[in-house]
Every structure is written in structure tokens, then in C-alpha cells.
């Protein structure tokens, strides 16, 4: 599981999704970022399946 989402984050993804790992970026260095960065999709991800729909995107859309 670990993998796959390290793979999905490398990939271009939400504006939220890369200004949170473009401020991690800036101080704790690349290999953190992409776990971190990792981590708040999987957060989203759960939470979209468990609410049906992922706020923090939407808010983004209006």
C-alpha cells in the first residue's frame, strides 16, 4: 500500500496536495516530503470513503 501511494504522489495532484508538499519540501528535504505528502492523501482518501466526498476539494472547486 505503502508503494502505491508514494507512486501517486510523484504524479501531479491536487493544488493542496502540492503546496503542502512544496512547504514540507522546504524544511525537511525530498525523501520526508514524499511520505508526508504520502500520508495526507491516504487521510483524504479515507476520508472521502468514509463521508462520501473529500471537503478539503471541494472547498478548492467553489
Do not use: C, F, S
Request: glycine share 4%; hydrophobic share 45%; net charge positive.
Amino acid at each position: 500500500m505503502r508503494w502505491a501511494v508514494v507512486e501517486a504522489i510523484q504524479r501531479k495532484t491536487t493544488p493542496k496536495i502540492t503546496e503542502d508538499r512544496a512547504r514540507i519540501e522546504a524544511r525537511r528535504g525530498r525523501n520526508i516530503t514524499k511520505i508526508a505528502a504520502a500520508r495526507k492523501l491516504l487521510t483524504l482518501v479515507y476520508y472521502g470513503l468514509r463521508d462520501g466526498e473529500i471537503r478539503v476539494l471541494a472547498r478548492q472547486a467553489a
